[in-house]
């Protein structure tokens, strides 16, 4: 959003606060971002609502404490942070509130094909058909691209050049991940039974 020519400065530093008081706005702003943020917000974007010798870290980590026994929670995922229900209230807010769209509705075979792709991005359909002895739909994957989970990835060297499919910065958040590095191991997954080997 473009500043208006009439908005006063932004004022990071707060000079004119004493440094207990300045870290506590400092502390209040990066919430206000979090709170108005649907997605996960990257140190960058926050570090320009702090004074210049801020530790977003430090800030968010007394953050983090400030809200303990609260029904909310920083959480850490796709390279960002965001506020999220613990939870343990997540049956009441979906009691009293319309949240059927923010829900992942998903069977048990579209969470196969999200794994699937998850470990073995990019992936063609054809690839995901190796993986399972049969056709994925297109319908199944147009429903995880809706969800935003899935997105379209390079085009396979094959012949035909067909796309490929890589998960998204929404997966990562929507399983309470930092990165596709903290998936389960593969073969743990094999070893306790869960995944087939192969």
Known sequence: MARSETEPDFDRELESLPPELRWREWMRRIEAVLF???????ADDLARVVGQGASVDLLIEDLAVELEGRSFEISKSAGGWLLRTRPAYAPAVRAAADVGGQELDLRDFDLAVLAA??????????????????????DLIGRLHALGL???????????????????????????????????????????GIAAAG
């Open 117 to 138: 792709i998850a470990y073995h991005q990019p992936i063609t359909r054809d690839g995901l058909k190796e993986i399972f002895g049969k056709e994925i739909g297109r």
């Open 150 to 192: 899935i997105g379209t990835g390079p085009r396979s060297p094959r012949r035909g050049a067909p796309y490929t499919f890589v998960t998204t910065d929404r997966f990562l958040a929507a399983f309470d991940m930092e990165a596709l590095t903290d998936l389960p191991d593969w073969e743990q997954l094999v070893d306790a």
């Open 36 to 42: 108005a943020s649907a997605a996960p917000v990257p």
